[in-house]
């Protein structure tokens, strides 16, 4: 009886004592599937970038348009030839423009280069047949997108 109702009061203290853990907190992001029809020889690799809602797509090629200040994050790199592969960026709550573009340098090197990184633009190779995509995230939601065609 005694080891009952010992059993019974620490059963009620752990109940009791256990918090939810913060880190298993709602994330928001993006989220979609990409599906290259076509590779060029001269690129190096390609990523899904997201900048901010004023980058001014037509102007990407313009010499002295810093394409840099409307940058926010990318995805994880993707290899040449890769015909197609599933995607998440986290984000927070707010307006940006996705687009898938290829590198004509090796990823890891335009990346971890500050100096070529902030001459992006010239490195760069927009799809030709797609443009980018204006998303809206909330708070704490995943933002699906439908597959997405690239040819390089």
Known sequence: MRFALTLIIVTLISMTACETPESLEAIAGVEGAVIFTSWSDSLEGAVVVVFDKDLEFDRIDEPGYKVIDHFITYGDPINP????????????????????????????????????????????????????????IREKQINEQTDWYVQF
């Open 81 to 136: 030839g890769t015909s197609n592969i599933d995607y998440f960026i986290q984000l927070e709550a707010g307006e940006y423009q996705l687009m898938v573009i290829g590198l004509l340098l090796d990823p890891a090197h335009l990346l971890a280069d500050e100096e070529i990184f902030q001459e992006i633009q010239n490195y760069i190779v927009v799809p030709e047949n797609s443009a980018p995509r204006g998303i809206v």
